[in-house]
């Protein structure tokens, strides 16, 4: 797919990893969607960007686990923008969720956003798209998609459960969308990391250092560009998978 004058939707896609999507979509030319939960200023400022790029940009506060409020977001676009060619579900709460535990509200905000979320936004531009016979969606994974990690149990569900969709979706829509997945290592450390974690985790590489978020943002244009490329996932995480092989063997 050219992304040139395509209109691309990135939930979370005002802050971090999404606003390196969003404006690595409209660098290459995509009418820009920013989804947005809370971050009005954020987005804004993403917003500011993008049109400085010379294409539009427009900002969307919904919850995208609120099936009504993505349903109002999409009534929203398609009068101001028009219909989705481009989907890139990034948007995921970073929230702990140890096993066993006391309440539950953690693992339905963590969950409600990854897995609901991603389905009910998919299934609504899956519909522009197939009117379009064209589109693509990517979603944001990472490597608790095929590890369990400590104290992430609504993250790992989560993420495992938007690989899973990637495969179906891909096989629902197809011929005309493509699902694929990127699987995105080390690239932005969150605020509470202390350097000396920072440094832990970048050695947890085959590279011994972090990406970058345009690292994640080449291979979401790259996967849209490439049209024979579907229900597949890209992990761009510098080896870590086999970086624990580094130095012995067993």
């Given amino acids: 797919m050219n992304i040139i004058g395509k209109t691309a939707l990135v939930t979370g896609g005002a802050i971090r990893v999404g606003k390196a999507i969003s404006l690595g979509l409209a660098q290459a030319g995509a ?9 009005s200023q954020k987005a804004l400022e993403t917003a500011q960007e993008i049109e400085k790029l010379g ?20 009534a929203e676009i398609h009068e101001k923008i028009g219909k989705i060619d481009i989907l890139v579900n990034n948007a995921s709460p970073f929230t702990k969720t140890p096993i066993p535990t006391d309440s539950i509200e953690a693992w339905h905000q963590v969950t409600g956003v990854q897995i609901n979320g991603a389905f009910y936004v998919s299934n609504l531009a899956a519909k522009d798209m197939l009117e379009k016979k064209e589109g693509a969606i990517v979603n944001i994974i990472d490597l608790s998609a095929w590890e369990a ?27 005309y969308v493509r699902v694929n997945a ?3 290592g080390p690239v932005l450390p969150p605020p509470d990391y202390s350097e000396e974690k920072i440094n832990r985790t970048a050695a947890k590489t085959l590279l011994n250092r972090w990406g970058t978020a345009e690292d994640i943002s080449k291979t979401v244009n790259f996967l849209i560009e490439s049209d024979y490329i579907n229900a597949e996932f890209i992990a761009v995480d510098g080896g870590q998978r086999f970086a624990h092989r580094k130095y012995e063997e067993g």
């Fill in 31 to 39: 009418n820009m969607v920013i989804n947005y939960s809370s971050n």
């Fill in 55 to 74: 294409v539009t940009a427009l900002t969307i506060q919904a919850n995208v686990a609120d099936w009504e409020q993505v349903k109002l977001m999409f």
């Fill in 149 to 175: 990690w400590p104290n992430l149990t609504a993250h790992v569900v989560g993420k495992s459960a938007l690989l899973a969709l990637t495969r179906q979706f891909a096989l629902e829509l197809h011929p």
């Fill in 182 to 184: 990127i699987a995105p």
